[in-house]
RNA sequence: UCCUCGAUAGCUCAAUGGUGGAGCAACCGGCUGUUAACCGGUAGGUUGUAGGUUCGAGUCCUACUCGAGGAGCCA
């Protein structure tokens, strides 16, 4: 017989109802009485599961009491109505075969558990209902994304996971070698000789796809990156990951405005995708993660997200008067009491700040006519903090060679970099969405280790 | 890396420096519509590791390990 999924039965109710169906699925919860007992039943397929209703002229009515939470099930029944308040329908079991038994240990219980505990069995917390429901957004959400910029005709670009230059000297790099490290080549001089090495160069996992990102935005127009990064910053907070993925658009003939637009229109598709393809998750989020996350959602849907420079931001801060640990001072990066202060407190939406001293921002983001700010942009949400960092890119070379100058890079490094402005380049602009940091944002999961089925961190690769 | 807090049964947590408990899970039994089912019973512990103070340490001290929150770095 043809197995059902439980999603359908959901969308198509009428087709099934007082029909003879097959089902199969893991055990979330049983409870058995002298002739009679209950299953709740998921099958993967849904958010949602199917309530099973067994009695005792089964053949196997004592075996299947007896069934542990966890075990996989072949469900053969009639789809009824259900007398019961928490169900529109349930299966009245005609046959039920044990696929897949599952021993009296299985550490997950018809409680709520911890955070913190199903992260040490990272191989099994799918199976509860927030991370069903996390990692079914972030396959939506995955998706969504591609169908963006599709729309919009976007080419996906894939760039290397493994590159030779530290790309933007965005922190501490993974390197990727095949030296035999207990017996590593040395040059003359002692350092480590990498002529040896697979690439004959020194090599690194990627921190940003940018660089490379940029070359196709000069053929392709609108490009962007959907891919896994890679940091070794030693940082220990519920917002960083060793890996994790990130989308990096790149626009021609555009500027920091356009930028902005950009981003703006993606983050309200995604939140609107999410709200319209996955409402149970989104709902089951709303009650048990944030109470609030629908309403903030919804909202963000219909305002304009606000646009401030550094500048302006700093006079804000000031002007409020509220004591921050940290000094608010011109030049001085934003810490992150200023940032949540700007968009939790003040106003209450998304904020974009705009325009940082340049000399707190990367070298290859396009200098302003004061001399002084160069056109950054980050965007801040509540809770998250900085989910998008973008700018447009320094176009003119003879600005790009004198920053790279003062801030002492090697330009030989970055060759076919600056080459881009040399044959035909174009004002552009592009950024960074944290990928994880969106799906937190849109569920209300407070730590990226949530959010990652096997996350990697400083100290933990376990899995 | 820095600061703060924590680690006790499988899980979530109690226990004034004086014989370590409860709820849930497990196991056994009961129950004719349950839904974190309910009722009765059984079993379950070198209190994160290593030292120290004390007549006596889960409790006080030191170091380490691991975890959480905050900061920095950023997406």
């Known amino acids: 017989m043809e197995n059902t999924l439980i999603k359908s039965i959901y969308r198509n109710t009428e087709r099934y109802l007082n029909q003879e169906i097959q089902i199969s699925g893991w055990v979330r919860t049983l409870r058995v009485s002298k002739a009679f007992g209950f299953i709740e039943i998921n099958d993967g397929s849904f958010f949602k599961g199917l309530q099973v209703v067994f009695e005792e002229n089964l053949p196997n009515f004592q075996e299947i009491a007896k069934v542990n939470t966890g075990s996989s099930l072949i469900i053969k029944g009639v789809l009824v109505e259900s007398p019961g308040a928490k169900q529109p329908f349930e299966l009245k079991a005609q046959e039920i075969t044990i696929e897949g038994d599952c021993t009296s240990d299985y550490p997950l219980q018809k409680k709520r558990h911890s955070f913190e505990y199903l992260r040490t069995i990272a191989h099994l917390r799918p199976r509860t209902n927030t991370f069903s429901a996390v990692f079914r957004l972030r396959s939506l959400i995955s998706f969504a994304i591609h169908k963006f910029?599709?729309?919009?005709?976007?080419?996906?670009?894939?760039?290397?996971?493994?590159?030779?230059?530290?790309?933007?000297?965005?922190?501490?790099?993974?390197?990727?070698?095949?030296?035999?490290?207990?017996?590593?080549?040395?040059?003359?001089?002692?350092?480590?000789?990498?002529?040896?090495?697979?690439?004959?160069?020194?090599?690194?996992?990627?921190?940003?796809?940018?660089?490379?990102?940029?070359?196709?935005?000069?053929?392709?127009?609108?490009?962007?990156?959907?891919?896994?990064?890679?940091?070794?910053?030693?940082?220990?907070?519920?917002?960083?990951?060793?890996?994790?993925?990130?989308?990096?658009?790149?626009?021609?003939?555009?500027?920091?405005?356009?930028?902005?637009?950009?981003?703006?229109?993606?983050?309200?598709?995604?939140?609107?995708?999410?709200?319209?393809?996955?409402?149970?998750?989104?709902?089951?989020?709303?009650?048990?993660?944030?109470?609030?996350?629908?309403?903030?959602?919804?909202?963000?849907?219909?305002?304009?997200?606000?646009?401030?420079?550094?500048?302006e931001a700093i006079k804000l801060l000031k002007e409020k008067g509220e004591s921050f640990e940290f000094p608010v001072e011109w030049g001085l990066d934003l810490q992150t009491e200023h940032e949540r202060y700007l968009t939790e407190k003040i106003f209450q939406k998304p904020v974009f700040v705009t325009d940082y001293p340049k000399d707190i921002k990367a070298f290859y983001m396009r200098q302003n006519d004061d001399n002084k700010t160069v056109a950054a942009m980050d965007l801040l949400v509540a809770g998250v903090g900085e989910i998008i960092g973008g700018s447009q890119r320094e176009e003119r070379l003879d600005y790009l060679e004198k920053r790279m100058d003062e801030l002492g890079l090697d330009k030989e490094e970055y060759d076919w970099y600056l080459e881009l402005r040399k044959f035909g380049g174009?004002?552009?602009?592009?950024?960074?969405?944290?990928?994880?940091?969106?799906?937190?944002?849109?569920?209300?999961?407070?730590?990226?280790?949530?959010?990652?089925?096997?996350?990697?961190?400083?100290r933990n690769a376990q899995f």
């Open 149 to 311: 910029f599709q729309e919009k005709g976007f080419v996906y670009v894939h760039t290397p996971i493994i590159t030779s230059s530290d790309a933007e000297g965005a922190g501490e790099m993974f390197h990727v070698t095949t030296l035999d490290l207990d017996n590593i080549p040395k040059t003359k001089e002692g350092k480590v000789d990498f002529s040896e090495d697979f690439f004959g160069k020194e090599t690194n996992l990627t921190v940003s796809g940018q660089l490379n990102v940029e070359a196709y935005a000069m053929a392709f127009r609108n490009v962007y990156t959907f891919g896994p990064t890679f940091r070794a910053e030693n940082s220990n907070t519920p917002r960083h990951a060793a890996e994790f993925w990130m989308i990096e658009p790149e626009i021609a003939f555009a500027d920091l405005e356009d930028n902005m637009d950009l981003a703006e229109e993606m983050m309200k598709y995604l939140i609107g995708y999410a709200l319209e393809n996955a409402p149970e998750e989104m709902a089951f989020f709303n009650e048990f993660v944030d109470k609030n996350l629908l309403a903030r959602l919804e909202n963000i849907l219909n305002s304009e997200f606000v646009r401030i420079t550094y500048t």
């Open 426 to 458: 174009t004002r552009h602009a592009g950024y960074g969405l944290g990928f994880e940091r969106m799906i937190m944002y849109l569920s209300g999961i407070s730590n990226i280790r949530d959010v990652i089925s096997f996350p990697r961190t400083v």
